[in-house]
T-cell receptor
Framework: AQKVTQAQTEISVVEKEDVTLDCVYE???????LFWYKQPPSGELVFLIR????DEQNEISGRYSWNFQKSTSSFNFTITASQVVDSAVYFC???WGGGNKLTFGTGTQLKVEL | NAGVTQTPKFQVLKTGQSMTLQCAQD?????MSWYRQDPGMGLRLIHY???????DQGEVPNGYNVSRSTTEDFPLRLLSAAPSQTSVYFC????????????FGNGTRLTVT
């Protein structure tokens, strides 16, 4: 069965701290895709990044970086020097079944305070 | 640059009433889907469609119907609303291609009393 686990329900940090959001997934598919989405307080869902199962290269985009490790079935997301605008719920998701089904984790609420 | 448009944004229903949540996209995406978001449960797939005339069930399809008569539209019908269907509903679309990200609408907040 496909499953995405985001064990951290809520994280609070002070601005400028680094923070890592954990994501662990389960799938029997050999080809799959992983995504991160951000849901700010306004409620919309914003796509952040995708990763293919055969591409373990880590990625950095500004203050955001992602670490994909197949050996531990993890796809963790780090925000460096967090800002108040980073406050949001972050969802990790797994696309499987030939790409027709997307399973989400339960989300991590990140609060960045001054 | 509309993207995925959902209407209405808010809706209150009484138990047993029916309604249709509308979803339209202007990106010529073949794949469309409906999710519901509940506290502590993330987003769960209700129904999806890989093209006009083709629909399939997701994780939580009971109580919901869908149809896909055109590429652009994918309405979600609640035939007899129940309080358990109180939720935020998101419609999403994507290009063909397994690594394509979903583009989400802004959501519909539904309350069933």
């Amino acid at each position: 069965a496909q499953k995405v686990t985001q064990a951290q329900t809520e994280i609070s940090v002070v601005e400028k701290e680094d923070v890592t959001l954990d994501c662990v997934y389960e799938t029997r598919d050999t080809t799959y895709y992983l995504f991160w989405y951000k849901q700010p307080p306004s409620g919309e869902l914003v796509f952040l990044i995708r990763r293919n199962s055969f591409d373990e290269q880590n990625e950095i985009s500004g203050r955001y970086s992602w670490n994909f490790q197949k050996s531990t079935s993890s796809f963790n997301f780090t925000i460096t020097a967090s800002q108040v605008v980073d406050s949001a719920v972050y969802f990790c998701a797994l696309k499987w079944g030939g790409g027709n089904k997307l399973t989400f984790g339960t989300g991590t609420q990140l609060k960045v305070e001054l | 640059n509309a993207g995925v448009t959902q209407t209405p944004k808010f809706q209150v229903l009484k138990t047993g009433q029916s309604m249709t949540l509308q979803c339209a996209q202007d990106m010529n995406h073949e794949y469309m889907s409906w999710y519901r978001q509940d506290p502590g449960m993330g987003l769960r797939l209700i129904h999806y469609s890989v093209g006009a005339g083709i629909t399939d069930q997701g994780e939580v399809p009971n109580g919901y119907n869908v149809s896909r008569s055109t590429t652009e539209d994918f309405p979600l019908r609640l035939l007899s609303a129940a309080p358990s269907q109180t939720s935020v509903y998101f419609c999403a679309s994507t290009e063909t291609g397994a690594n394509s990200p979903l583009h989400f609408g802004n959501g519909t907040r539904l309350t069933v009393t």
